[in-house]
């Protein structure tokens, strides 16, 4: 079936550095990107997301893109803040799943001080 | 404030008793979520409803019942059959089930004892 491979599972980097998180997807016909922060004890919240005609989307230090050929897209955080340390999750959303998403099994970013 | 409130936030069963946890939204979206959470995992869909009165299982719906009589509403029941319920459960809704972007609820800690 679908299945999103996401690395690594955890990333730790230096308060003020780059932090960059990669999934990769096996349907072509693929066509939503969506990434999700969690906090611990709280639900995912969608922090960007990208769509199958895009190939980078920026929202002020956070930017996500997409390799369609290559059935991958990657989470960039510049600038990274201790309030960035969290759990990140990838999603796809496959047409042939009746539009569910499949989920990444997530990343443990940790901001070092 | 418009959101998704999921309770009780921690909730301890006993072997071979069924539990039910509540979510509610006043957001006015059509279709709502179940996702179970493993450590190391990513979510696994329960149950998905897209409408009142209507709702299909997901992957790993075995032990698991759902019912949607109010759009607001969407409770799911562990039952005894769940063969491994402890985990973190989290429900969800969007607008439709095409408009997948997803809102979370605070999640349910479920402790079989």
């Known amino acids: 079936g679908e299945n999103v491979e996401q690395h690594p599972s955890t990333l730790s980097v230096q308060e003020g550095d780059s932090a960059v998180i990669k999934c990769t997807y096996s349907?072509?016909?693929?066509?939503?990107f969506p990434w999700y922060k969690q906090e611990l004890g709280k639900g995912p919240q969608l922090i960007i997301d990208?769509?199958?005609n895009v190939g980078e989307k920026k929202d002020q230090r956070i930017a996500v893109t997409l390799n369609k050929t290559a059935k991958h897209f990657s989470l960039h955080i510049t600038e990274t803040q201790p309030e960035d340390s969290a759990v990140y999750f990838c999603?796809?959303?496959?047409?042939?799943?009746?539009?569910?998403?499949?989920w990444g099994a997530g990343t443990k970013l940790i901001i070092k001080p | 404030d418009g959101g998704i409130t999921q309770s009780p936030k921690y909730l301890f069963r006993k072997e071979g008793q069924n539990v039910t946890l509540s979510c509610e939204q006043n957001?006015?979206?059509?279709?709502m979520y179940w996702y179970r959470q493993d450590p190391g995992q990513g979510l696994r869909l329960i149950y998905y409803?897209?409408?009142?009165?209507?709702?299909q299982k997901g992957d790993i719906a075995e032990g698991y019942s759902v019912s949607r009589e109010k759009k607001e509403s969407f409770p799911l029941t562990v039952t005894s059959a769940q063969k491994n319920p402890t985990a973190f459960y989290l429900c969800?809704?969007?607008?439709?089930?095409?408009?997948?972007?997803?809102?979370f609820g605070q999640g349910t800690r479920l402790t079989v004892v």
């Open positions: 990208i769509r199958s």
């Open positions: 999603a796809v959303r496959y047409p042939d799943s009746n539009y569910q998403l499949i």
């Open positions: 957001l006015n979206h059509d279709a």
């Open positions: 349907d072509s016909a693929s066509n939503y």
């Open positions: 409803s897209q409408i009142v009165n209507d709702f």
């Open positions: 969800a809704s969007s607008i439709t089930t095409v408009n997948t972007e997803a809102f």
